[in-house]
């Protein structure tokens, strides 16, 4: 018998299961399409364990929580302790300074190809040496692995909160439908160029088309993402594909003779403020918003929601009885459902 | 201020609503701000942009769409007529990008687009260069504001080109004119007030800015700085490196 029932077997339900597993309770998983896939969007993900460089961009709490998911993962799957490293071109070089403002745990490098032999030395970078990364679908398929050994099996079937008895956690993502969430669309290429070596994340500034570049086993890499405020789901656009190769061959050429593997369009689910949380209503647990942290926070997000659950301590990402959602900095007004 | 086809504005700055950290911060921008403009793209969203664009609607100031990232007169007017459907408003700030990198107007296309927009009952706000020749082209085609730009979008340099701004707000003394575009510094925000502009417009400078919040009620001061001062009518400066009396100056020291 369950103690749980966890909806959706995405990067939040998975995590939150091993948590849940971890801490002696035995939850039940359920999703509509069985076992992660391309279905997901967690199966589109970078895979970047990077907390110091979203830190430009992203809220504060994002930095610190995302600063325990390589441990999390290094239980299960293989994580590349390698850093990352942020370059501009020279034309874009006041980008770099402002990105290094911005952040912290970085250092300057004066030589990159001393880092990266495949990069021109010229360019201008910062390296984060605490920085990791995973490749997302392995990542996700070790945990499966790994929470089957726990003897928790993914089951295929439809489920919403108010049909399941006792306490739920719903981690379906945009399918969760909660006031507030968004979908953000993100949209990225997957290549093989046997020819590039990189042994770590590239970022690439830029004024208008930022890029990162995810190096994968075999030659492979992916190259991410955009982010356009649509939650259209056709697949990738012309345009998008267009900039993200440009960008990629402006970093060095021989991308253009790469072999393009695959190109892949998703909604990330998030709030207001794109930090995820854990919204309590009564017996649910809604795990959602993760934006584009899935792998760097859904650790977090399940270590609070198994806190909450086991010992009802309340971490700073967990919001009891909001049916609404509200900005915890005061920042906006709060919010009600909105229709479609 | 000059009314902005019948509208008079509570304050003139429009601010952009693109590349933000997040909605939660763009919506503190704009209360900081106090803007009583939001403009907002429609182009690459797609039709799918429902959620966010009810997040600028609940900002409860007046949209201005806009047919940004649109590189023909064709398909600026198609996503106008979109826009016109999605915000039920006859305002559109008209985009027709000639150059892909420095994102600079076409004026050709401009021109065209402003003819056929103003005759099916549209409000258009073209941005445009300095040109006064254009202007008063597109004065004629049925604009009744203009939008030049400061310099090109994004690049935060200010007033490029004073003389040719100053020129343009001389040569058609009625027409509302909004400094749209490159505008890095609540001073070029200043400036441009205080050169008898009657809004400015705003993007990169305040989202891209650490603490966009703080860098929206700065620009917020230095409009507000701008049009008092230009109300105000401050003295011309004057070249005490040329002096007209010398003699008289010398014959006390």
Redesign the interface.
Known sequence: MADITIIGAGVAGLCAAYALSKAGLTPRLIDRNGAPGAHGCSWWAGGMLAPFCEGALAEPVIVEHGQTAAAFWGEVTKVMHRGSLVLALQRDKGELACFARRTTGHAPVSDVSALEPDLAAHHSALFFAQEAHLDPRQAIADLTRALAARGVMIEQGEATPDAIDGPVIDARGMAANLPGLRGVRGEMVVLRARDIRLSRPVRLLHPRHPLYIVPRAGGVFMLGATQVESADRRGVTARAVLELLSVAYALDPRFAEAELLETGADLRAAYPDNVPRVSVRGRVLHLNGLFRHGYLMAPALAAQATDYLTTGAKGDLVHEDSCEWRDPRGLGHDRGHRAG | MRAFYGITLDSPLMLGTAQY?????L??AF?ASRAAVATVSLR?????????W??IR?LGVHVLPNTAGCHSAREAITTAQMAREVFETNWIKLEVIGHADTLQPDPFGLLEATQALAADGFEVFPYTTEDQVLAARLLDAGAKVLMPWGAPI?SGLGLNNRYGLKTLRAAFPDVPMVIDAGLGLPSHAADAMEMGFDAVLLNTAVAQA?DP?AMARAFAMAVGAGALAHAADPMEPRDMAAPSTPVLGKAWL
Do not use: L, N
């Not at chain 2, 950290?21 to 911060?25: D, I, L, M, N, R």
């Not at chain 2, 690459?44 to 966010?52: I, M, T």
């Open positions: 950290p997040s909605p939660a911060v919506e503190g209360r690459r969203e797609g039709g799918a942009g429902q959620a966010f009810d997040i609940d994004g650490g919040v």
